[in-house]
């Protein structure tokens, strides 16, 4: 396995811009998520890797070599695609054992690396299938092992689940997390699904409209999100508008010590997630506009005494709770991040 | 489960176009009535006996057996008529002793006599055998080009549509045109293959008038004539094969060719079948060429073929009991081939 | 796991660019030679039937002419060629017309109708178009003659529609499958009876697999000749058959032939280039490709 890594990458095609001066380190054995809305660059960023588009400008390196102009086939990639793209005119033994072929690896060591790779992802008893006879979870696996066949430097993954179904897709999140756990493969993870990319990857790498976001671990992103745009797409948010004078956040109807290390004077956008909202007791009266009931807890939004909008969870314990009702909530400082307004 | 939402659908369709007829929905869906009939509100009252019949045999073949029977049986009595009963037919007439255009053929004495003769002809033989290597060398040689073709011009070529249509433009023209210039082309003296291989030494070579040339040379132009069209169905094929399998198989480290001899061209065997059967029909009409290229009964020596003969046997011999057995043998040639395909994609559910 | 035997910056890297250049060049290359291969021919057909008829066929070829439209001219008063490229005309497109009003409804319901022995019939009708036509000459030529069919336009159209028909029905069938059913569904909820949801919904959106028929159909049924040959002699010979008729005479005028040759080109030709987008649906003849 390897260190990847992008170095300003910037892709163009045509007058579009599809990935914009991005850099991403891969440390070895890491396993890195890409995020982002559908055309946010992510698909691209993976292709980069792979080879099967060129860079306009920058670098793409393993272990500190340039990649660059070295096309796929040569770059030592293992893929599972979306599709999976399973040759169907093969068995699934010939399927994974076709990428070492073609790196002529010797056909005893190859047979082994494949039931090898079969084994350990639990799926030897389907070695001479025809793929085209598997379930989604099972073609998934035989990709999966066709991927790591050739012993790749990096394993990209181009958004797997999206074929399966929901209960699917969880015990597959949860195998496949401790599964690239255990190989110490390094790993791109590309997915429009947050919550699979916190689950899974150890950092993420959050894009938009082809530029970086962010970059860092799960609980980074979603406790210190860089900006609105982070703050919004990883889970839920609540953007206020505040100005800061002397370490005093006001809000207009209430004001808090300023958070420590984010001090700044003047306007600025603070974020609140929903669960951080504490119910019941406070200085602060919200008027409940909309309740949504999610099972494990009450979703609410609310209108805070200046008119803004704000997000809360609610506990089981308060499903009396109806429209129209008000509520005292209180915010703790710590749990107020100032982002910088994207504006 | 389609069936039933079909006819809740139609019900539903029907009874909105006639909300003040009585409320009793009669159950002869799909009768020939009920459906066709005018949808004027309040226009339609009891079913009548026909529909009632039709309702009878719907519930014995169908619902819809009736109502589309209307459609498909012109087609389905047509070719009945047309291709099955004058296969028969001819059958009929290779077991007589015919010969054409006095009276009809004497039906009462039937026997083998014109089979036996066939075997004990030279010419039969000889005509049977470049009948098959011009089917299997042509179909052959036309699946390669149009496989050549269709990589190439696959996966974003710049002017593909040109290409497209110059490469089927030849499918497009009649043998009597094309037999005019490949005779030009073949020609001994002045015909341009021969400059060109002179230009390199070689020849000049009667390519029409060797008798073991003269089959290739007609391959060849026939070939030239139909590599297009198998450009076209293996382009139809290679666009089936999603992107992530090209992908798929470069990552795994497949070179180009590799990747196209192992992973491509494998999942092309649909279209190489389907496109070997059709143009094995092309190749049965290599008789308007060969017909055309001498304007007469008579192909060039060494090209003979069993429908060229079968035809001159008709019709310049008056031996036409004898050209029916002559295309008997070609009709049983052509199920040999045709026949294991059609039971094949028949029980492979894709027919 | 161990890196595998490729390393990046071996012996096996190369420099992206320049070798894709390089493929792109050589398929052009042999692109071209075939372009030109399949292009030369036609062009000099069509040169031919632009010379003076003494300089045809002189030896080596003149490749610097003056051109003149003479044969053309020629062609067009000689009222034998008239005649039969008017027939042809009429006898296909009717043809056309007539195996499009049988074969495409019939397709409709095969794609659509709960039939029983739905697929005996679809195989009944295709494996008509893979047997060699020549199989059935004989016995047209007697039921010809026998229902006064012999030498008439109407006879001739339905020979053309029976070599085209199992190709209509196949190719459309398999169009209509490709036409989601909820379309008509749609328009049945809307109160539209089952004939109109065809003939205003599912027609229209199968233009282009019908365009596609029709231009195969008649391009088949344009360039046939064996059955002209047979079937006709004088009131409904197909220009086929005058052309063909031009080589079994004695002397032949090689650039009133390539005039001929040239003139029946234009029609299928033009149609060819104008529908050439629609063409690749009906050409797969409704015959699986997929795996």
Avoid at chain 1, 120 to 130: G, H, P, S
Avoid at chain 1, 179 to 205: G, K, P
Avoid at chain 2, 213 to 229: E, N
Avoid at chain 3, 205 to 220: L, N, R, T, Y
Wanted: charged share 20%; glycine share 8%; net charge negative.
């Amino acid at each position: 396995m390897s260190e990847v890594s992008l170095d300003n990458v910037t892709k163009r095609f045509d007058s579009t811009v599809a990935v914009n001066d991005v850099s991403i380190d891969i440390d070895d054995g890491e396993v890195m998520g890409i995020v982002g809305p559908s055309g946010c660059g992510k698909t691209t960023a993976l292709r980069l890797v792979a080879g099967f588009e060129t860079v306009s400008e920058g670098t793409v390196r393993y272990d500190g070599e340039d990649v660059t102009h070295i096309p796929p086939e040569n770059r030592n990639v293992g893929l599972v695609f979306q599709s999976y793209a399973l040759f169907n005119n093969m068995t699934v033994l010939q399927n994974v054992t076709f990428g070492p072929k073609m790196h002529d690896v010797g056909k005893e060591e190859r047979r082994d690396r494949a039931c090898e790779l079969l084994e350990l992802l639990d799926i030897e008893e389907l070695a001479d299938r025809n793929p085209k006879t598997l379930s989604g979870g099972q073609q998934q696996r035989v990709g999966l092992a066709r991927a790591l066949a050739i012993e790749p430097h990096i394993l990209l993954l181009d958004e797997p689940m999206t074929g399966l179904d929901a209960k699917l897709k969880q015990t597959l999140r949860q195998e496949l997390g401790q599964l690239l756990d255990d190989l110490e493969v390094t790993t791109l993870y590309v997915t429009h699904d947050q919550e699979q990319a916190m689950s899974m990857c150890d950092r993420i790498a959050v894009m938009n409209d082809g530029h970086l976001e962010q970059i860092g671990t799960p609980s980074e992103i979603y406790e210190q999100p860089a900006n609105e745009f982070v703050a919004g797409f990883i889970g839920t948010a609540n953007l206020l508008e505040v100005t800061i004078e002397d370490e005093q956040v006001s809000f207009g109807f209430t004001e808090l010590d300023a958070p420590g290390p984010q001090r700044v004077d003047g306007t600025a956008t603070v974020m609140i997630r929903p669960d951080d909202v504490r119910v019941g007791e406070g200085p602060v009266s919200v008027e409940i506009t909309n309740l949504f009931y999610q099972g494990e807890h009450i979703q609410a939004t609310g209108l805070l005494p200046d008119g803004q909008k704000l997000t809360l969870r609610l506990d089981r314990s308060l499903g009396d709770v109806t429209t129209g009702d008000s509520l005292s909530i209180a915010f703790d400082p710590d749990d107020i991040h100032v982002i910088e307004s994207t504006r | 489960m389609f069936d039933l939402y079909r006819r809740l659908s139609g019900a539903l369709g029907r009874s909105s176009g006639n909300d003040n007829a009585s409320g009793n929905e009669a159950r002869t869906d799909g009768g020939v009535v009920s459906d066709r009939s005018v949808p004027e509100p309040g226009s339609e009252s009891d079913p009548g006996p026909l529909a009632r019949v039709g309702a009878a045999v719907d519930r014995r073949l169908g619902s819809d057996f009736l109502e589309s029977s209307l459609f498909w049986l012109p087609p389905f009595l047509l070719i009945a008529l047309f291709v099955y009963g004058a296969i028969i037919w001819n059958l009929l007439i290779s077991l007589t002793d015919y010969r054409g255009f006095a009276n009809a053929p004497d039906y009462g004495n039937l026997d083998f006599e014109m089979y036996t003769r066939a075997l004990a002809d030279p010419g039969f033989i000889d005509a049977a055998v470049n009948t098959l290597i011009l089917l299997v060398a042509f179909t052959g040689a036309t699946l390669a080009v149009g496989l050549l073709l269709a990589i190439l011009i696959d996966r974003g070529i710049r002017f593909e549509n040109a290409f497209r249509t110059i490469y089927l433009l030849p499918m497009s023209l009649s043998f009597v045109v094309t037999a005019q210039f490949w005779l030009w082309m073949y020609n001994f003296n002045n015909g341009i293959v021969n400059l060109l291989l002179g230009t390199v030494g070689i020849g000049p070579i009667s390519f029409l008038g060797d008798q073991t040339i003269v089959l290739w040379a007609v391959i060849f132009a026939l070939m030239w004539q139909f590599s297009g069209y198998a450009m076209v169905v293996y382009l139809a094929g290679l666009r089936a094969i999603p992107t992530e399998h090209y992908e798929a198989a470069q990552v795994d480290g497949a070179s180009t060719l590799k990747m196209y001899w192992r992973v491509i061209i494998p999942q092309l065997k649909g279209a190489t079948i389907s496109a070997a059967v059709v143009l094995m029909v092309f190749g049965m009409k290599a008789f308007d060429f060969l017909y055309s290229l001498v304007g007469g009964y008579r192909p060039p020596n060494g090209a003979d073929i069993l429908a060229t003969k079968m035809v001159r046997e008709a019709y310049a011999n008056l031996n036409w009991a004898y050209g029916a057995a002559i295309a008997i043998v070609l009709f049983g040639m052509a199920l040999a081939v045709i026949g294991p395909y059609l039971v094949y994609e028949y029980r492979r559910n894709n027919l | 796991m161990a890196t595998a035997d490729t390393e990046p910056g071996s012996s096996q890297r190369f420099e992206k660019g320049t070798r894709e250049t390089l493929v792109t060049v050589a398929r052009h290359a042999v692109l071209l030679t075939w372009s030109f291969l399949v292009l030369f021919p036609l062009y000099w057909l069509a040169s031919m039937s632009l010379k003076p008829s003494g300089q045809a066929n002189s030896l080596p070829p003149d490749w610097i002419f003056l051109p003149t439209v003479y044969n053309y001219l020629q062609l067009v008063q000689s009222s034998d060629f008239v005649t039969a490229f008017a027939n042809s005309l009429l006898m296909v497109g009717a043809s056309v017309v007539l195996v499009l009003l049988i074969g495409v409804p019939a397709a409709y319901v095969l794609s659509r109708y709960d039939i029983p022995k739905e697929r005996d019939v679809l195989v009944w009708i295709l494996s008509s178009r893979m047997l060699p036509p020549i199989a059935v000459v004989l016995p047209f030529f007697i039921i010809f003659q026998e229902f006064n069919l012999f030498d008439s336009k109407i006879g001739m159209v339905l020979m053309y529609v029976s070599i085209n028909l199992s190709l209509v029905v196949w190719v459309m069938k398999a169009f209509f499958d490709g036409i989601p059913e909820t379309l008509e569904e749609a328009a049945r909820v809307d109160g539209a009876t089952r004939f109109q949801g065809f003939l205003k919904i599912i027609l229209p959106a199968a233009k282009p697999g019908i365009f596609s028929v029709a231009i195969i159909s008649f391009i088949f049924a344009w360039i046939e000749l064996l059955f002209g040959l047979v079937l006709t002699s004088f009131n409904a010979v197909p220009v086929t058959l005058f052309v063909y008729s031009f080589i079994g005479s004695r002397s032949i005028e090689w650039s009133m032939l390539a005039a001929a040759s040239t003139a029946m080109i234009i029609p299928v030709a033009i149609f060819l280039i104008a529908v050439n987008k629609y063409l690749a649906a009906g050409l797969s003849f409704g015959v699986v490709i997929k795996e």
